[in-house]
C-alpha cells in the first residue's frame, strides 16, 4: 500500500499537480475505491499490474505520467450492474474531478479523460503511443499462462455472481469474440509481440467453454 501510495504522488507531481493536500485525498479516495468488496478481478493487483506494464514501456510513451494516472483512474469507478462503456465514462469523469482538485493543467486533465475513454474499446489509433500504452497494459492478463487466465475468468465471473450462467456465458462469449474481431490485441512493438499469440490462445480457450 506505501508503494502505491508514493507511486499516485509521483505520477500527479511529474505531471503538474499543485496542491499536495489533495493529491493525497485523491490518492486514498482511488484506493478506497480500488479496494472496494465487490471486486474479485478489478482490484489492487490490477491496478499494480497495469502501472507495471506501463514503467516497463514508459521509454516508448510521449507522456507516462499522464498514463500512470489514466491507469490509476481508468476502472476507479467499476458497478458490474452498469450498462456498456457507463463504467469508462463514470472513471473519466471522476478523474476530471479529482485531478482538477489536485491543480493539474486542464490539458493535462483533458488527456487522462480521453486515455480512461480509449479503454471502454482498446481501439487506439496507431499514432497514439500514450493511448496504446495504457490499452496493452489493460490486456496483458490475457497473455498470462492457461493458469493464470483461468484465475482471471474465475474472478470475472465472481464479479458477475448476480448474473445467471445462461445469461453470463452468452455475454462473456460476447466480450471474448469482440476482442478477438479487433485487428491487434497489443498495439506497441514489445507487446504485439511477446503476448498478441498467447492472448489469442487463451481467448479461444474461453470461448470454447462458454459455447
Keep these: 500500500m506505501v508503494d502505491l501510495t508514493e507511486r499516485w504522488r509521483a505520477a500527479a507531481r511529474d505531471a503538474g499537480a499543485t496542491d499536495p493536500a ?29 502501472l507495471d506494464v506501463v514503467d516497463a514501456y514508459a521509454p516508448l510513451a510521449r507522456r507516462p505520467d499522464l498514463v500512470r494516472l489514466a491507469a490509476w483512474c481508468h476502472d476507479a469507478v467499476y458497478d458490474p450492474r452498469a450498462a456498456r462503456d ?35 474499446g482498446h481501439a487506439p489509433d496507431p499514432a497514439d ?3 496504446a500504452l495504457l490499452c496493452d497494459a489493460d490486456l496483458a492478463v490475457l497473455a498470462g499462462t492457461p493458469e493464470a487466465y483461468d484465475r482471471y475468468a ?12 445462461p445469461a453470463f456465458r452468452a455475454g462473456r462469449a460476447d466480450v ?6 479487433l485487428p491487434a490485441l497489443f498495439h506497441l512493438p514489445g507487446p504485439s509481440t511477446a503476448w498478441e499469440a498467447a492472448a489469442r490462445g487463451n481467448l479461444v480457450r474461453e470461448l470454447a467453454t462458454l459455447t
Excluded at 480500488?34 to 499490474?49: D, F, I, N, Q, V
Excluded at 469523469?93 to 480521453?114: D, F, I, K, N, Y
Excluded at 465471473?157 to 448474473?163: F, K, L, P, T
Design 86 to 120: 457507463a463504467n469508462e465514462r463514470d472513471s473519466a469523469a471522476l478523474a476530471g474531478t479529482l485531478l482538477s482538485r489536485c491543480g493539474l493543467p486542464a490539458a493535462a486533465v483533458a488527456e487522462v479523460r480521453r486515455l480512461v475513454l480509449l479503454t471502454a
Design 129 to 131: 503511443t500514450d493511448g
Design 154 to 165: 474465475a474472478a470475472v465471473r465472481a464479479e458477475y455472481a448476480h448474473v445467471p450462467d
Design 176 to 181: 471474448l469474440r469482440s476482442l478477438l474481431a
Design 22 to 50: 489533495a493529491v493525497a485525498a485523491a490518492g486514498d479516495d482511488l484506493l478506497a475505491r480500488w479496494g472496494e468488496p465487490h471486486r474479485h478481478y478489478h482490484t489492487l493487483t490490477h491496478l499494480s499490474a497495469v
